[in-house]
């Protein structure tokens, strides 16, 4: 099993930034890809960005590039979104998700994701 934590979620004016921590614990050897998800209210859950084990990034949803970097670091068991530039329609509840090694995995599809954090809100005021 995996336990994910998030952090960092809190109250921003537009234009400003903020660095969401997720802290991964248990059984790390098994984690093949971690990413980020967001979801407002009355919207479904949505990709942002991903990382694999190795570093490597995917494309970045739409509505984040440019603005939005997905970093890891390895000996911390922790991988970070730093967001930049934010904006009012960021505001949503922000989630770290791990994919499992040989489970399948496929980039922005959230089904494919093994183990969810509780979640870390972020809102944003125009």
């Known amino acids: 099993q995996v336990q994910l934590v998030e952090s960092g979620g809190g109250l921003v004016q537009a234009g400003g930034s903020l660095r969401l921590s997720c802290a991964a614990s248990g059984s790390i050897f098994s984690i093949n890809v971690m990413g980020w998800f967001r979801q407002a209210p009355g919207k479904e859950r949505e990709f942002v960005a991903a990382?694999?084990?190795?570093?490597?990034?995917?494309p970045y949803a739409d509505s984040v590039k440019g603005r939005f970097t997905i970093s890891r670091d390895s000996a911390k068991n922790t991988v970070y979104l730093q967001m930049n530039s934010l904006k009012p329609e960021d505001t949503a509840v922000y989630y770290c998700a791990a994919n499992r090694w040989g489970t399948g995995w496929r980039g922005s599809d959230l089904s494919t994701y093994d183990y969810w954090g509780q979640g870390t809100q972020v809102t944003v005021s125009s």
């Open positions: 990382i694999t084990r190795s570093g490597g990034t995917i």
